[in-house]
C-alpha cells in the first residue's frame, strides 16, 4: 500500500504529462515551478506540497484555478480537487474543468497501481 510520502514524489513538475492527459507538456522552470501547455493554454504553473499532498497553481490564470491532489489516510481516498474564483463560470469551462479533473483521477489511478 502506498501513502503520502508516495503521492508526493510521483508529482514533481516534471511527471505531470505522465499522469494528465489533459497536459500536453511540461517545462520544469525549478523544482517547484514550471511551464505548462494543458487544454486551457500555457501557464506558468506553481506546486506546494501541502499536508495531505500537492497543490498545484497556473499563476496566471484569469480564474485563479488551483488544484489539488491528495489523499485521505483513514479512508484510504485518493482526491483530486479543483476551485475557480468564478461563482457562474460558462458551461463550457465547467465542461473541461471536469474533463481535467477526470484525467488526473484516471492518470493518478494507473500510476499508484502499478
Known sequence: MWGIPT???????????????????????????GNIYCIWSPFKVRREEIGN??????????HALAWTNTFDEARQNLIIHCTIDKTHPDPEFVESIHAVVSDWTDGMRKALHR
Open 7 to 33: 503521492l508526493k514524489n510521483l508529482l514533481p513538475i516534471g511527471n505531470l504529462t505522465n499522469l494528465c492527459a489533459s497536459i500536453g507538456t511540461v517545462t520544469p522552470g525549478g523544482e517547484n515551478e
Open 53 to 62: 499532498g500537492v497543490r498545484y497553481a497556473p499563476i496566471d490564470c484569469p
